[in-house]
């Protein structure tokens, strides 16, 4: 293992939480809106809108559908224009949130569609603005389920922050790919790619526990 | 004072289009319990939405003391709605929400201070005798303790109309009967309108003054709950008044009569009688009474001899005691 491998290794684990912490943060700030949005101006919705369900919806499949490497190359422009620099971990930032976002929304769609119809019907009954359904109805109703995707998403985004490492991102991806993958110190990619998984098992185990806490409906 | 002036609901389905309402007049007075009845499918659900506007009519209005509120504003729809009260067959409660909450949500969205919505969450949860569960979640409750606190909510803003969607259709015979004395006890002491659709005849005659009968969204028969059923001039109401798998109707070529029991003396052997004063047999086809205290109330079937001077006889024995009767099929 080449010196100071413990140092490297820590600033590693550090910048891998920044960028994922920080993106994930930023894409729920605009994915729960965004999923909100598609899934009140549905055709069974309590704001039905055809064109902007039509237009959000496409904007997402769209960006869903372009691989993470293509976009990250693609949108350089992009991240310079808002972070000034097109390197480094808080570059990669912007990439993640713009393919985060799309996948956070569908995610956050999915689960205010397993809130029960009857429960926002009653809350329309007693006089409710759409505004009010969707603060006090539909966002507390499924927290716990936008919980457990909160818990996917972190996930998600920590596997391509490691992407990153390609494109001259940090974190233990940059770390595994030019000492692991350049160099052959295969040491040192299985020790980043156990740090990887260590840190997607406890962001799981702790995030199902607080979702089983603050879920109601479990006795 | 509700009132539909020829509503009609059509919805446009892959099947084709379906009639929910089918130009419906209907005048729900102040202070009463009306009760919907018919089938599934009837359009009963559809229609009482239209009193709170869950639904709009395709065509008609409906008024709400004169105010035509298919006309109204979106803000003032919304106070309107504060003002009708709503329970529902699968009670509809915030599951992330304990008791307390859910009874304060109409009492958030109305803007009642906080100090001013706890009072009032205390008396609710007194009138409905749930003081007990007040921290308690939905998970945590039966079937009849939610519909007592969906009640509880319905009721926060002092509504004037109370509508209840099948509201007692998932509960056992005896929550159900707690929960229609529950309802009758508010329209008395709160003189809330109540509005209750269901299926069954016996919720009606519990707890309802008028009835309206209902199939393929049309209204077949309004009346009295005593008028209806001593007398259905329907076949959707006869239909539920005698529900054909408790009788052996279908199983004779003979007449049937159907004789009402309205209140006589749950000890005087009619029946008994019958046959020892008219020397003829009489085959019991279906029954149901009840003893209400001390008086009969219910129905019963009976086949009829195939003598139509024996018949003559039964009808004057019936006429002479004051019971009434009709024909049974």
Redesign the interface.
Known sequence: MPQGMGELLLNGIFETMYMTIVSTVISYIIGIPLGVIVYITDTNGICKNRVVNFITGTIINIVRSIPFLILLVAIMPFTRLVVGTSIGSTATIVPLIVAAVPFIARMVESSLKEIDGGIIEAAKAMGSSTLQIVTKVLIPEAKPSLMVGGTIAFATILGYSAMAGFVGGGGLGAIATNYGYYRYHTDVMLITVALLVLIVQIFQEVGLKLVNKVDKRIK | MIRFDNVSKKFNTKSGEVVAANHVNLQIEDGEIFGIIGFSGAGKSTLVRHI?L?EYPTEGSIYIDDVDITKVSNKE??????K?G?I?Q?F???????VTGNIM??L???GVKKTEAKKRVEELLHIVGMEDKAAA????LSGGQKQRVAIA?ALA?NPDVL?CDEATSALDPITTRSILELLKDINKKLNVTIVVITHEMKVVEQICDRVAVMSAGNIEEIGTVREVFMNPKSETARKLIIPEETNLVSHTDRDVLRIVFDGQSAFEPIVSSLTIECQTMVNILGANTENIGGKAYGQMLIELPGDPDKVQKIKDYLDRQGIHYERGR
């Not at chain 2, 729809?77 to 504060?82: E, S, W």
């Not at chain 2, 509809?92 to 929400?97: D, K, M, S, V, W």
């Open positions: 709170n869950l729809l919304r106070r309107y709605r504060q009708i709503m529902f699968q509809n409660l915030l599951e992330q929400r304990n949500y109409p958030e969205i109305a979640y939905p998970s945590q909510r803003t509508l």
